[in-house]
């Protein structure tokens, strides 16, 4: 059935129900319970509707309209990517650029996209089924950046850990006759990188590969593996790097100096993108390739629609600090 033929009296018809269902399940309202809503969303998307709610409200202007969802104003990686995106998005012109602001992606930041007239919505979060199936009866686009994503539905560009895992491993290997490894990650403990991590060390015969998740209140633990001779680090991101350095530094004073075979390796490259950082040992991103790369994937899924969803990733590069004691 085409899209033109589908309102919400043929999907009441479908399932047996009311229109005043349909109609307050597909506007997620209170009174409808969470199966029912599920039920008719999936209904809708398989008949090919589309909300005209967003006929309600006029558009600011007549470019295509993108959103970037800003999560957590701490994540310097995403923020410093966000602001060449939309540097990028002003000096092409093709689009109108702004910026949402929420702790995570779900039906109310969609709402907040429909109630905006926002066509394509750029976000660093994992989509969960309910708020993808609600961004598809509201003829909304998402674009996933930055992390690894499983779904069939939604375009992704990534960096590639693998290849950054990899070269962190190697280059700490081969910088003295220590064996003894740190990973230094967040929730959830067993991510990628570290596998990875982990996998390239035990090809070339290290077995002592320590997992540890980071915690500011808890900086002895860090030390602890230091004098316990884990003089190599690898750091999911470099925002964790930066806290250990800093929080064995005030342990230590100066902790690179006084242990000058300790060997700290971060992953995002922003002493390379943000002015004043402290250099440090880190998988590198390009960020101008990044971002030319989303706005590339951005312009397609707006003008083509129907085009195969991208799964691009990235290279990265190791950057090593200048200074060395």
Known sequence: ???????????????????????????????????????????????????????????????????????????????????????????????????????????????????????????????????????????????????????????????????????????????HSSRKFLYVGQEPVFDYRYKVFKSELASMGVTDVEYTCYDKNDTAKLYRYLDQGYRSVFAFNDHIAYNVLDDLDKMVVDVRRVYPDFHIVGFDGLCQSIAGMKQITTVSIDYERFTESVYKVVKQRLYDPNSPHHKIIVPVSLHQRNCKY
Do not use: W
């Open 1 to 175: 059935m085409g899209r033109k033929n589908v309102n919400l009296k043929t999907i009441a018809y479908e399932l047996g129900v009311s229109i005043n269902t349909v109609s307050h399940a597909l506007r997620d309202m209170d009174d409808i319970s969470e199966p029912t809503k599920q039920k008719v969303r999936r209904k809708a998307i398989e008949m090919g509707y589309i909300s005209s709610a967003v006929s309600l409200n006029p558009k600011k202007t007549e470019l295509p309209s993108v959103a970037i969802l800003i999560c957590s104003f701490d994540n310097l990686y995403f923020i410093s990517f966000a602001n060449q995106l939309a540097s990028l998005f002003e000096k092409k012109g093709e689009f109108y650029c702004s910026f949402l602001c929420s702790s995570e992606i779900n039906v109310e930041v969609i709402k907040q996209c429909v109630l905006q007239r926002i066509d394509l919505l750029v976000t660093h979060s994992c989509v969960d089924d309910e708020t993808m199936e609600f961004a598809k009866i509201n003829d909304i686009r998402i674009v996933v950046v930055g992390e690894k994503n499983v779904r069939t539905d939604v375009d992704c560009v990534t960096v590639d850990e693998q290849m950054g895992s990899k070269q962190a491993a190697r280059y700490l290997y081969g910088l």
